[in-house]
């Protein structure tokens, strides 16, 4: 008896130092997020092309003999001098407006998004993309490297949305897979006029899943009820603590299948040629599968696309940032790792991980 005692003490402790713990953290994660939303931010701006350059000229200066580092650097600078005297006898013609727009070097810009649950970094891509539109050319393209398992419709359906301004302003739009794209992620893909994919990437996911613990049995073993009212058949449906019927879930899997529904509407629209049907069963697939299937149009690394456009364009990268306190830092970086637990238990009870 003195041991059960002794051990129903130690319970509670247990239980109140992990409640105090959870109640610490919901409290700095949401002090954190009210401070976010309303900080300003800065536009960065990378020059790809220059940084692939200086890359190349860092190998060259030990690959090289002296002799010939020296000649490639003579020979570099002439041809900059060259062009810098072609610039300055356009600024003089009279006619250098009209050169410039007809000679003007089409551009790349590089965006970059990372997706989480909630979707979290639309904020940034929204202010990226609004720069960029008020500056772009008819001539420039937008690429984005995206990477996404997918989350919350409504904040996906928000990111899907700024992508498609790209297209409603003219410009191309590239979506770049390196490793996902799936659910959410690919919903945001499927809006470019190329996706492009590693081999290995995953692609795909087309359906919706939506999962709540029951704890009714638990109450009322410990003989604590637990009431919930409402105004509306379907305010509620599936509940956490109160006895599900099968009234609620019936209506409850009609929502997910509306929502499923809304989903293969959504890429048809974008992809008219893409068979949905054998598509949007849940299923993902490697970059390769993708293709054949025509969930994608080409087989390619970001890196490899950059290469390639540094030869006839001058390639941007454009990242939003916001400057953060430490209190900030530290909110989103536990936010970060209760989001990667969360999803790695998930992935662990749903699938088999396969490794090779």
Known sequence: MEFLTEYGLFLLKAITVVVAIVLIIGFILSAGQKRVSSMKGDIKITNLGEEIKDYKHTIQSEVLSKAEWKALQKEEKEQDKKEAKAEKKKVKSNKAEEDEAEEIKPRLYVLDFDGDIEASEVESLREEITSILATANEKDEIMVRLKSPGGMVHTYGLA?????????????????????????????????????????????????????????????????????????????????????????????????????????????????????????????????????????????????????????????????????????????????????????????????????
């Open 160 to 356: 899907a949305s700024q992508l498609a301004r790209i297209k409603a302003a003219g410009h191309k739009l590239t979506i770049a897979v390196d490793e996902v794209a799936a659910s959410g992620g690919y919903m945001m893909a499927c809006v470019a006029d190329r996706i492009a994919s590693a081999p290995f990437a995953i692609i795909g996911s087309i359906g919706v899943v939506a999962e709540i613990p029951n704890f009714n049995r638990l109450l009322k073993k410990a003989h604590v009820d637990y009431e919930q009212h409402t105004a509306g058949d379907y305010k509620r449906t599936l509940t956490m603590f109160g006895e599900n019927t099968t009234h609620a879930r019936d209506k409850f899997k009609e929502e997910l299948e509306d929502t499923h529904q809304l989903f293969k509407s959504f890429i048809t629209e974008n992809r008219p040629e893409l068979d949905i049907e054998k598509v949007a069963t849940g299923e993902h697939w490697y970059g390769s599968q993708a293709l054949e299937l025509g969930l994608i149009d080409e087989v390619i690394t970001s890196d490899d696309l950059i290469t390639k456009a540094v030869k006839s364009k001058d390639v941007y990268s454009v990242k939003y940032e916001i400057k953060r306190p430490l209190s900030d830092k530290l909110s989103i970086s536990l936010h970060g790792f209760l989001d990667r637990f969360v999803k790695s238990w998930v992935q662990r009870s749903s699938q088999t991980n396969i490794y090779k």
